[in-house]
DNA sequence: ACCCAGGAAATTC
DNA sequence: GAATTTCATGGG
């Protein structure tokens, strides 16, 4: 993959492995959305950032040193995911036919605390529902980027408020999750950073300190924040496509892609519902 | 009105 | 211990 950089933009080629909507809309994120001309914006790392997918390369509206400094790394431009989809569609063929309905999906390397709150916000609820708590969230306590543009709340901001300051943003039973987990991450008993050198089922079993946060949530952090693709974060539809379309195959079957296996299986599982309904 | 949504905690058996 | 109920909120 390269890309060329020009004065108030950077143009990535060789997008056969890149798809934004499937990557940015398939329910990994929460903080992107479609403008009406077709283009992406959304918040990470505290920047806000436009792109636009044309017939052969990415747009990226951003500096230079955006482009290199954040979002190569967001986007996980380092990774040859055209290799990772030949290893995994060698597995099942089910598989195979999910990477290639979005052979564009991939896994962005989210910050931790962001992705530990999004997934404790995703229980029980709906994608669609998900990005708007977490967008009311950011703005009730995170640093204002521009007029109406607000990054993820920082620890210490989310840490300071209570369960009673977080009903503007109607995360309904979850408001006491979120809180338990800043509190817990800003006085360090979960120290996020560590858990990269960690195994992953005790940094898994760390993550689970925090109320609110069971097996798959802390797949999911582990995953979507910690790039952890040994996981597989195991959702009502992953459970429904394990059934239905991969009878007798184990999550560890899919190595330690199992992740990526996962969240083109997911994305597949979400746009079929057909494949589900009752015989 | 009912059921479901990228689940987990609380309760009951 | 394993199975069931409850938890807020919003959309179909």
């Known amino acids: 993959m390269n890309y060329r950089v020009f004065e108030n933009y950077t143009e990535v080629f060789g997008c056969s492995d890149f798809n934004l909507r499937d990557t940015l809309l398939c ?3 929460f903080r992107f959305s479609e403008n009406p001309d077709g283009s992406f914006k959304g ?4 920047r806000e950032l436009v792109l636009a997918q044309k017939s052969d390369s990415i747009v990226f509206y951003c500096d230079e040193k955006d482009f290199s400094d954040i979002w190569v790394n967001y986007f996980d431009l380092g990774q040859d ?3 990772i989809k030949a290893e995994l569609s060698a597995l099942h063929p089910v598989l195979k036919e999910a990477a290639r309905f979005a052979p ?4 962005l390397r989210q910050e931790p605390f962001e992705a530990l709150i999004s997934f404790i916000i995703s229980q029980n609820n709906n994608i669609k529902r998900i990005s708007g708590i977490v967008e009311r969230l950011c703005s009730l306590c995170g640093d204002q980027i521009k007029e109406g543009v607000f990054a993820f709340p920082r620890v210490d901001a989310l840490a300071k408020l209570s369960s009673e300051d977080l009903a503007p943003i109607r995360a309904g039973f979850r408001a006491k999750y979120i ?3 800043a509190q817990k991450v800003k006085s360090g008993e979960l120290n996020l950073k560590s858990l990269e050198s960690l195994e992953y089922d005790e940094a898994k079993k760390q993550l689970m300190k925090i109320k609110g946060v069971g097996p798959k949530v802390a797949d999911c952090v582990l995953l979507y924040g910690l790039h952890r693709t040994e996981g597989f974060p195991m959702d009502v539809w992953m459970k429904r496509a394990m059934e239905k379309l991969f009878t007798g195959v184990s999550p560890s079957d899919f190595g330690k892609y199992a992740g990526i296996a996962q969240q083109y299986i997911f994305h597949y599982a979400r746009l079929h519902p057909e494949l589900f309904k009752e015989e």
């Open 81 to 83: 995911y055209g290799e």
């Open 104 to 107: 564009g999906i991939r896994i």
């Open 27 to 29: 329910g990994q994120c």
């Open 179 to 181: 809180v338990d987990a």
């Open 43 to 46: 918040v990470a790392f505290g």
